[in-house]
């Protein structure tokens, strides 16, 4: 089955920087968009950053100006930086990929396991 695995996640400073990685492996057939979600407690979970096979992004407007999301499609893997975080980015955050599997010929979003970005000082 497929899987995405994150990693980055920590605590940081406000005003800090962090930078999520997202790899997806598995039996993929293609990979169509891609993004980042978060979840904060007592939050519905929100889409952050996406970007598409092509390179076009979009942005949640709390984070446009500081984060960027961008891709490596040879390695199946996508990035998020993060900069100027505030307390508010704090958050459960998780990779989506929308994928087609080469066994099943599924064409659906799969998640990564999450990963805690805490913004404290």
């Avoid at 920590?10 to 990979?31: D, E, K, N, T, Y």
């Avoid at 040879?74 to 990779?95: G, I, R, W």
Wanted: glycine content about 12%; overall charge positive; charged content about 20%.
């Amino acid at each position: 089955q497929v899987q995405l695995v994150e990693s980055g996640g920590g605590l940081v400073q406000p005003g800090g920087s962090l930078r999520l990685s997202c790899a997806a492996s598995g039996s993929i057939f293609s990979i169509n968009d891609m993004g980042w979600y978060r979840q904060a407690p007592g939050k519905q979970r929100e889409l952050v950053a996406a970007v598409s096979r092509g390179g076009r992004t979009d942005y949640a407007d709390s984070v446009k100006g500081r984060f960027t999301i961008s891709r490596e499609n040879a390695k199946n893997t996508v990035y998020l930086q993060m900069n100027s975080l505030k307390p508010e980015d704090t958050a459960v955050y998780y990779c989506n990929a929308e994928i087609r599997s080469r066994w099943n010929g599924a064409n659906r979003d799969y998640w990564g396991q999450g990963t805690q970005v805490t913004v404290s000082s």
